[in-house]
C-alpha cells in the first residue's frame, strides 16, 4: 500500500505540471497574438490620417518603415535576452512597450507621434517575437509535433488579421474612430501581461544579461545548408505582406472602388487569415516538398493578384489573396521548422531572431524601395515588381529545398528534462 502510495506522488505533480505548462503555452499564444494585433491596428487608419490631418504616401510608408526598423533592432540587440532574465520578464518588458506604443498613437495629429508610436510598437513587437515565440516552443504540447512551429509562425498572422478586422470595424462603427482601437489593445495587452504572470517560467534566467546585448545572430551549423532557401521564403512572402499595407488602402480606393475601413481590414486579412490554415497542410510533408509546394502556391496567388488588379475584378482579387496567404503559411511554417530541427533550448532565441530578422528585412527594404518608385510607376506596375520578386524566389526553392540533416551526433538535442515536449521534426 505504501508502495503504490509513493507511485501517486510523482503522477500528480506530472499533471500538476502539464497543466501549468499548459497555462503558459496559452498564455504565450494569446499575447504573440495580442501584440501582432496591436501592430495591425493603425492600418484602418491611415487613410483617415491622410484625410484629416494631411500625411502624405510617404509618411505612412515612413511609418511602416519605422516599425520595421524598431523590430529589427529589438531582435538584433534584444533576442537572446529570453534566455538570461527568463521569458516571463521579458515578455511582461514586450507588453509594456506595445502599450505604451498605443498610448502615443490615442493622440495622433503629425507624422512626429505617428513615428515614434511606430517605432516603439516595433521595438515591443520585435521583443515580443522572440521572447513569446521561444516560451511557445517551451510550453508546447509533445502531441501534435507541428504544434510549436505552426503556433509560434502563424501567432504573428492570426493578430495581424483579427487586429486588422477589429480595427476597420471599430473605425467604421464604432465611436471615437481614432481612439476605441488603441483602447481595445490595452485591453488585451493588459490582460496579456496578467496572464503571463500567473504562467510559470519555463528557462532558467542565467548570467550574461548584458554581454547578451551585443548584436549575435546565430544559427546551428547542422541547419545553415537550409539558411539560403528560407531566406528566399521569408523575403518574398514578407515583402507581398508590406505590399498590403503600404499599396492596398490605394488600390482598394482605385480598384475596387470602396472607402470602408473594415473592407480594407478584411482585404489585408484576407492574405494573412489562410496563412494559419496553409500552415498544417505544410506538417504532413517533409520541410522541403512543403516549402516547394508553398511557394509554387503563393507564386499562383500573386499571378491571379496581378491578373485581378489589371481586370479590376474584386472577386479575382480576393480568392488570388486567399490563396497567396494559404501559400505563404504553408512555406513559412515549413522554413520555420526546418530552422528548428533538433535545435536545443538555448538555440531557440537566436533562431527566431534569425527568421524574424530576414521577414523584417522582407518587409522593410522592398518598401522603402517602392514607396520611392510610387511616385514614377502605377500600383499594377508596382505589384508586377512583387510578382516578379515571387517568381524569383520560387524557382529558387523549387530548384534549392533541402531537408534538415539527421542528427547523426548520437547527443539529444533536446533539453532532457522535456519541459520542452519533443523537438520539432
Known sequence: MHGSMQNVAPVINEARRDGMLRLAFLSAVVSLVASFAAAAAPIPLYNIYRAQDGFTNASISMA???????TI???????????HLGRRLTAIASLSLLLLGCLLLLNVHDVGTLLAGRLLVGVGTGLASSSLTSYIVDAAPSRPEWLASVASSQGPMLGLAVGA???GALVQFGP???????LVCIGFLLVSAALIAISPETATPTQGAWRSLQPRVHLPARVRHLLPVAAAVFLATWAAGAFYQAFVPALVEDQLHTRSPLILGLVFAAYMTPS???APIGGRFTSAAAQ????ITFLAGMIGIIAAISASTLGLFIIATIVAG???GIAISAATRGLLHGSALADRAPIFSVIYLLSYSGAAFPSLISGRLSNTFSIPQ???GYGVLALGATLFTVLGARNPHPDTTGNNTCDSSGANGSPIH
Open 382 to 384: 508596382i505589384a508586377f
Open 165 to 167: 478586422i477589429a480595427s
Open 292 to 295: 516547394r509546394l508553398g511557394m
Open 276 to 278: 494559419v490554415l496553409g
Open 64 to 70: 511602416v518603415v519605422a516599425y520595421a526598423v524598431g
Open 176 to 182: 471615437w474612430p481614432r481612439e476605441l482601437i488603441y
Open 73 to 83: 533592432a529589438a531582435l538584433l540587440v534584444l533576442g537572446r535576452l529570453s534566455n
Open 326 to 328: 494559404a501559400g505563404q
